[in-house]
Structure formats: C-alpha cells, structure tokens
C-alpha cells in the first residue's frame, strides 16, 4: 500500500484570523501499481490532498501513512518519504534553472549522495521514460519547447526513482498536441515501469482517457468515486459541483443512452451500430 489517507482534515493557519478548513475527513486508499485521478474545482482541495502524499502537509486530525510511514509520527524518516513520492507542481519548468537539461534531471539523484556514474545511468533512463532524446539533453532548459520543458522537469523527479508520482496538472497551459504528448508518455511510463500514478486535473477529458479510477473532490471531501465511466456517467452530480463531464459523454447519452467517455470508444459503437444496421 502506498498512501493510505484516514479521515484526514487539514485547517491552513488553524486558530488564526484567515483560518481555512481545506480537506474535510478525507479516507483514502493507493496501492502499489494505481494510476489514478484526482479532480475538482478549483479550490476543492486537490492540492492540499496531494502535499499530504509526500509530508510537505501534515493532516490536523485523521492519520495518513505513506509507504508505510506514520507522517504524524515524530521519528517519521520525511526524508525518505519525499524520495519515495515525487510530487510534481503545476508548471514545474518553471524550477528548471541549470545550463542543460541533463545537469537540470541530474539535480535530484546527485543531492541523494549518487556518484556521478549512478547519476547519469539515473538521467538516461528519466529521460528515455520521458521521450527525451540525447540531443535534447545538451540543450538549455530555455531553447526547448513548452512540451519537452514539462517532460524535462518530470523527468528530474523519476530520476529520483520514486514508487509513487503525483502530477498536479500536468497538462496546464500546453497546446493539444503538447497535452496528448505529455498524457501518452505518462501512460506508457506507467504501463512499461508499473509505477503509481496519480493525476491532479480539472481537465475532464484529457483524464478520461488516461487514468483507470477517479476521486471527486468538492469542498475539502471526496464527493464520488469510482472508474471514469462510473464517475462520468453521473454528469449532473459533477455539473453540480461545477465540473464539466466529457461532450462526448453528455452525446452518446443523449443520442444512444449510453455511458462512453472517450471519443475513441464512441467512434467504436457508433460503427458497431452501423454495422449492425
Ligand atoms: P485546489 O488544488 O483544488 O485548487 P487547494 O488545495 O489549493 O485546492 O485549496 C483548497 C482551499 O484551501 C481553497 O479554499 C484555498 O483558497 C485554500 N488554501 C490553499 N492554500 C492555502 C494557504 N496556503 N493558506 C490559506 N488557505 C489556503
């Protein structure tokens, strides 16, 4: 198990006169080879959540292990905890500051004591999980595209060789083909290396298509759950809650009424049925 979350609540600046109550009695559960989403309007308490995962926040009340280790726990190794979960920020490129892209991945295994040799068999398997090829490696952080920066920055937390990878919003601010990029090498890392995976996303569609389980969060709680379909079969509760199901999905039960989340599986019923007629 690598995240288990019970009845966690966190208060930012708890008793003074901004006090906010951000994660209201959240449970939650992720195993070991998971690829899961967490989405939510803004402010609904995903990134609160997710700096929970690695010890950066520590619940007021409820109790989260992470790998096993207690994070509430005084002798609580953090260290070891924020090697093992590698939490990526919104527009992470913008921590990317060394002259290339390979001292920029190097960063993380060489501050972990790795000799230089461990260091750059460490950067050469990030940045081929990432599709990062040698000749981008010798570039500057500043002369790559948007695309290849976010993969660069992802692939300086891998480097680390964590069991678990949180992105929060991954695809923020990149073009639809930079998004298709970044989600397709997320996917495939996940299937080559079986690695925990999870997603922070308000973009509904772009998650459909790549997570297995869905976590709603609405108001500091998880409001729903369950696969992606499960979730966005339910499209007037996420309406509700100011989320947006796929158009596709809002389509095919209206036309068919059928639950379909993706444009690909549409695509495959649509034909079935025209074939069947
Ligand atoms: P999300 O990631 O879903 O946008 P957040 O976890 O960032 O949501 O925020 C949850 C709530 O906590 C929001 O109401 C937000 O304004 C509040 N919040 C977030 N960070 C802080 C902070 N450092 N201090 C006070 N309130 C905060």
Not at 45 to 61: A, R
């Amino acid at each position: 198990m690598i995240i288990k979350a019970e009845n966690i609540s966190y208060t930012y600046s708890e008793g003074g006169p901004f006090e906010k109550e951000a994660l209201y009695n959240v449970s939650i559960t992720i195993n070991q080879g998971d690829f899961v989403g967490i989405i939510g309007h803004t402010g609904s308490g995903k990134s609160t959540l997710v700096q929970h995962f690695n010890g950066l926040l520590k619940p007021t009340s409820g109790k989260i292990t992470v790998c096993g280790i207690d994070t509430l726990d005084k002798k609580a190794n953090l260290k070891k905890v924020r090697t093992k979960v590698g939490l990526v920020f919104q527009y992470p490129e913008h921590q990317l500051f060394e002259e290339t892209v390979r001292q920029d991945i190097a960063f993380a295994p060489k501050n972990m004591g790795l000799s230089e040799r461990e260091t750059q068999e460490r950067v050469m398997w990030a940045a081929s999980l990432v599709g990062l090829t040698d000749e981008i490696l010798e570039k500057s952080p500043f002369e790559i595209s948007g695309g290849q920066k976010r993969r660069a920055a992802i692939a300086g937390v891998l480097a680390m060789q964590p069991d678990f990878l949180v992105l929060d919003e991954p695809t923020a601010g990149l073009d639809p083909s930079g998004r298709e990029e970044i989600l397709f090498q997320i996917k495939k890392l996940h299937k080559e290396t079986g690695i925990t995976v999870a997603i922070v996303s308000h973009g509904m569609e772009d998650i459909a298509k790549t997570v297995e389980y869905l976590y709603v969060m609405n108001k500091g709680e998880i409001a729903m759950q369950g696969t992606p379909l499960e979730v966005y079969a339910q499209y007037e509760l996420l309406e509700k809650m100011g989320l947006d199901a796929p158009q596709i999905t809002k389509l095919m039960k209206h036309v068919y009424g059928v639950n379909i989340c993706t444009v690909e599986d549409a695509k495959e019923y649509i034909l079935g049925v025209a074939h069947r007629a």
